[in-house]
């Protein structure tokens, strides 16, 4: 009897292991100095994975059948970043990830340079191999820690229309990018009228603290909240909500080929601080961002 | 009391010496990243800083050795963190301009803010052998036991500052601390250890 037991229970958990082990298909793995690279095939949809069955999070999908087309929500969110300033010609992008961005970017945007910092090596590999990601003469990648890049920009005086913050993941946030020294630096790249558009996940105590920082140096920003969070801060202020609607329906025909409806993410923007404004602010002194990510 | 000593500073320095390697990580990652060639860079200067400070402590034991001078090295150890704690990204910052390389810049970095307080603690430990070990016979098990507090001192270290004290402190304010601590331990084997 106990013997049957035991044979049903490994049935069962068969059973429930057998499906998930079939749809994701493993097609590929790039060793780097970082981590695996692992890319997975899951019916038409391709994803990069830093971490086995993709268990702590997609990196970045594709639909194969439908390439355009976003399949995660936060890059739509991030592309929301043009409602603040539809026209920029100068953007740089701190984590190429499958290079989804940089792709939809330089669709939308022809005549913009845009200049990729990427800090693994594997991951150009990966994007330019498995998820279509081409440079130019106008789309630029370069292999560097994204603070790094930023200091010597900065030494160079360059200037950037946006700049976006895509370096962070579920499992760690490099802090050095998330300091108020970091955000002054990038805030110096920024043109008069420029935007920072930050990708984070932290939905722990983390937010507070990183909501505090970007205040420290931006002031108002708004605040987009799903499963993610995406903050959109302006150098010279922020456009009002009708001045983003107002831009957003211009780029509705734009948008429509990534599958984005616009009107659902001019809804979400906001500049209700829901935060603790006495958290402390992060800096290269203190910048625990980690630790406190770990923390209810 | 005097043959405690040898091993609280040797505890100590361990504790000391993989805090301090843990935030030379963040001081240097603002200007040269983090990326694993840094954390190799500092790993780097430091084995070699200490494999120095090995041969020299031993050297030096050789030469009239006392308790008192152990705290002596102590205390040089802990003075020599305060060019870092003053002058850190200053000093961090010219050398990313001389050497834009984020590899050989944190090289030169942390041989720059790290090298000296690394090699005085790395006197240490064969300095302490020397004053502990009466003779030949007992001398492995003295020799056993130093290397257990020292690299117990450095777990105790790695674990506290990375879990714990990061999350509370400022990376000067810790170094702050570290350094009073040596600095009260040197003092306290200088006058404790003075009859040898």
Redesign the interface.
Known sequence: MKQLQRWLLCLAIACALAPAANAQKLIHSERSLYREVLVYEDGPVRCMCFTRNCRIGRQTCMNMQAPNRFVMNYTKMMMASLFMNPRPRSILIIGLGGGTLPRALSQVLPGATIDVVEIDPAVVKVAERFFAFHTSDKVRVETADGRVFVKRAQREQRQYDLVMLDAFDHEYIPEHLLTREFLEEVSSLLSPQGVLAANTFSSSRLYDHESTTYAAVFGTFYNLKRDNRVILAGKGGLPSKQQIAANAAGLERAFAPFDIDVSNYVAMFSTRPDWDPQARILTDQYSPANLLNLRE | MPILLPYLIAGWSGFFVMSVELLGG?LL????????YVWGAIITIFMLALSLGYLAGGRWSTRAPSVRKLGAILAVAAVSVIPTLLFG?VLLDAV??QV?D?RFGSLLGSTILFFVPTFFSGMISPYAVRLLVEERATSGRHAGQLYFVSTFGSAAGTLLTS?YL??Y?????ILGGLLAISIALGLVAWLGGGKR
């Open positions: 963040r990652a603002p200007t040269f990243g983090s990326s694993i990204v990313a301009a834009p984020p879990f990061v999350l402190f400022e990376v000067n304010q």
